[in-house]
């Protein structure tokens, strides 16, 4: 009996898809050739490419590494005949070491090293919490009291009685709760290390500082300067600004309306004046409200203006991220029991802080970028330092080579920051697109 079926019943084998579909010829049919005029625009592109790399090119590859003056480079350059000339890297070889560390003393230029060191270790199992393990976290703590010691010295009893705050004030809340209630033991695990920082700390640490004399020897802070100066500012502030640009968010959202104003109140005001307003505050204004013979570090005072301004913002980054979630967030948690904190820890704040690492990486990549601004009240960071570095007889004209050099550094600090971003939302995605 013969087979009138119509349907094949063998799969007919596989075909190798066309050259021009895959490889790299599919991809630049895709990509760059797909039509006439996405054609037209490949070719003008490269054309441009190429005219740029060929002006550029030629004056990067400038072996004038071992140039001692900017009239040596020259000869070097006219002996080789280059048309578009070329830069002068002996400026570049010769004050490095000033354009990352500034006026820091050359025998203790360790300290910010080890600093440095010391800064990536204790955020490892804060930014990469699956590879490093929890108990990492001691150190990171540790390392917010070490840290300023190791840059500016004096007697290692200051920052150890600092730290020592800290317990006290857990010791308060802890000991008070359970008599006087939530409210008043958090105020008082506030004030109590407040008193004794300002009261104590200083007369104990000289009285404990000549019986066991451990310390480094005193860096001023006229001498801080460079890149250092940069990301030493810049780390504090972003840290800091992270803890009260929350606490401020939840402070514009709360139910109580003193600190609702005052949360309100403080985030639009630092909104609406210039960092650089701010920093002039810090240089010169702060001085008269404190009692007379006060010595306020003026790094310390540019400081704290910088934190106050980044958290004002980081404070209505997070309000998006929390105006963002869903009404029914807030209600599971209520259904769940839980009390105020324990929501915003457990529930709100772990997805608003998740919404929000977009706008909050920016802000803390322009905090980073707006530490160049302390060359206006006098600080020497790289910009301030160019200043000094061109008033030099033998680099008097150099230009690009020392701002190149600067902008290099500054681009790899926020393009780390801006990868590590990137990563960490593909890390939180919850969909499976």
Not at 170 to 191: C, H, K, T, W
Not at 372 to 387: A, E, K, M, N, R
């Amino acid at each position: 009996m013969s087979d009138l079926s119509y349907v094949r019943t063998e799969l007919l084998p596989e075909q190798d898809p066309p050259l021009s579909e895959v490889g790299v010829i599919g991809w630049l049919r895709a990509n760059l050739f797909s039509g006439w005029f996405n054609s037209i625009l490949t070719f003008v592109s490269l054309v441009l490419i190429y005219l740029l790399l060929a002006a550029i090119l030629p004056w990067l590859w400038s072996p004038t590494w071992n140039a001692g003056s900017l009239a040596e480079c020259r000869e070097i350059i006219a002996e080789l005949g280059k048309e578009h000339g070329g830069a002068c890297y002996g400026v570049i070889r010769e004050r490095w070491p000033q354009l990352l560390f500034g006026f820091y003393p050359d025998a203790e230029r360790w300290r910010p090293i080890v600093t440095l060191i010391g800064l990536f270790v204790a955020l490892a199992p804060v930014l990469f919490t699956d590879l490093f393990p929890r108990k990492m976290l001691w150190f990171s703590g540790a390392f917010l009291f070490a840290a300023p010691w190791l840059m500016w010295g004096g007697s290692i009893w200051t920052p150890v009685l600092v730290a020592a705050g800290l317990v006290i004030g857990a010791g308060a809340y802890r000991l008070l709760v359970p008599r006087v209630g939530n409210l008043a033991a958090v105020i008082a695990a506030v004030v109590a290390p407040l008193l004794w920082w300002f009261l104590f700390v200083g007369p104990v640490s000289s009285v404990l500082a000549p019986v066991i004399p451990l310390g480094l020897e005193v860096v001023e802070s006229r001498l801080f300067g460079g890149f250092m100066l940069s990301v030493w500012i810049g780390v504090v502030s972003i840290a800091i600004s992270l803890v009260l640009g929350v606490l401020l968010a939840l402070g514009r959202q709360s139910d109580l309306l003193i600190v609702k104003y005052l949360s309100v109140g403080f985030i639009e005001f630092i909104r609406g004046v210039p960092l650089i307003t701010l920093l002039f505050v810090a240089s010169t204004l702060l001085n008269i409200f404190l009692p007379p013979g006060t010595n306020f570090d003026i790094i310390l005072r540019v400081m704290i203006m910088a934190t106050l301004f980044a958290s004002a913002y980081i404070a209505e980054v997070i309000r998006g991220g929390l105006a963002a979630l869903p009404r029914g967030q807030y209600e599971a948690a209520d259904a769940l029991g839980l009390d105020y904190w324990k929501a915003q820890r457990l529930i709100i704040l772990p997805q608003a802080l998740k919404i929000s690492i977009p706008g909050i990486v920016s802000t803390f990549i322009g905090l980073f970028k707006d530490t160049t601004l302390v060359s206006i009240i006098g600080l020497l960071d790289p910009i301030g330092l160019t200043g000094s570095i061109r008033a030099d007889a033998n680099w008097n004209g150099i230009v690009w080579e020392l701002y190149g050099f600067i902008a290099l550094l500054f681009f790899l600090s926020c393009f780390a920051m801006s990868r590590y971003s990137m990563w960490l939302e593909r890390k939180l995605r919850t969909d499976h697109k």
